[in-house]
DNA sequence: CTAAACTCCAACTGTTCAGTTGGAAATGAA
DNA sequence: TTCATTTCCAACTGAACAGTTGGAGTTTAG
């Protein structure tokens, strides 16, 4: 057969995202990912190594997708609610992404964290641009940016990475659609961060 | 050998409650389970009736000395920055529950929820409770009660259910201690819902 | 054209797993 | 004391599982 080694590969990594999301890295069965790529499972180890290898190039792979659709410029941080909102949006068109990282969080607290000098990184670098929003008066200055960006990340996620405490929550509101929720995300979000239209 | 039924039972739950919570109900291991019980695993079957029955006695329990320890009452939701600080301190002294609530979360989303009757009852006392407070005028009015709550659960508990994003975040924070995070917790749910000494 | 290297496969290995069975030991009722 | 019932156990069953092996087929280099 012709070889397409680059595609074998992306169909074993796309049938992994599926597989992983679903089942998370213990519940997921490797003969599973290669029957939905429509691959041998040999090829598997051929190029992952190991079933917890390919879970993180599953999560190396997805992360890299999220900071590129989500990047972090300065302006951001001059308007958190719009930030949460973005990022609101992408998880909700895109929820294979909290599902590995909620499965990621549910790890051994021994295991090495995926991507974790970048991602540190890219984390510092939120919440200095936090920071300095809180110095340009942007952000009100307490409590500290990290705390600040924990909630703002808090928040956000919450409705997708709690999905069972949503529905009974929110089974008394009838208004609620994913629409009023990043409205109200947004909302609470400015709130947060002391943006002057929630000063009551 | 004397018998001790419940004895035996609740040696199951206890040690189910922590290979559960580590392992999730996919990942947890039922000879463990017994191994750690002291008890012969077939006791499992004849009590629980299977492993996900097991996993769903397990969430029962668990989430009864929760409401057990930190019970509603119409006074919480006029400090609800408080309360949320209640909530951290269970979570904090015992870390089990948010975990299996996270396994829970992740389950294959047509899966019943464990007491969902009594829970649904349970969060629609505590939204309609935030709903009085913002009659009262002691919590603002916008967003929806249902919206206000579900964010003061999301802040509350992200500490304990995205441990790797915690480290990544906080790593550049050393004044960060459970303390301080208790205290920025209630201070930002002040702020949600508009307390007072918030207003800048 | 040939041989080496590479990609891919079906079948396999050794182990693990949830759940079950046949029976031992203890308890309780008659 | 005897028998029925209950609790508990070690070993088992059937299936599933991660990972490996031997080799077929394709591509590439000489």
Redesign the pocket.
């Known amino acids: 057969?012709?070889?397409?080694?680059e595609?074998?590969r992306q169909l074993l990594l796309d049938a992994a995202v599926i597989e992983f999301a679903a089942h998370g890295p213990e519940g997921?069965?490797?003969?599973r990912v290669a029957a939905t790529a429509g691959?041998?499972?040999?090829?598997i180890?051929?190029y992952f190594g190991?079933?917890?290898k390919l879970f993180v190039a599953v999560l190396e792979a997805e992360l890299a997708k999220l900071a590129e659709a989500v990047p972090l410029t300065p302006t951001q941080a001059m308007d958190l609610g719009d930030y949460a909102g973005q990022v609101y949006d992408y998880h909700l068109s895109y929820p294979h992404l909290l599902r590995l990282m909620s499965w990621e969080a549910l790890q051994d607290p021994g295991t090495e964290i995926v991507a974790e000098s970048e991602r540190a990184a890219h984390y510092a670098d939120k919440v200095a641009a936090v920071s300095a929003a809180q110095k340009q008066g942007a952000v009100v200055v307490d409590p500290a940016a990290a705390y600040l960006f924990s909630a703002v990340m808090a928040i956000t996620t919450w409705w997708f990475t709690s999905p069972q405490l949503v529905s009974m929550i929110m089974a008394g509101t009838p208004e609620d659609t994913p629409a009023n929720r990043r409205a109200s995300l947004m909302q609470l979000v400015g709130r947060l961060v002391g943006a002057s239209n929630t000063v009551r």
């Open positions: 057969m012709a070889w397409d080694t595609r074998t997921a069965r490797i003969n691959v041998n499972k040999e090829r180890y051929q190991s079933k917890q």
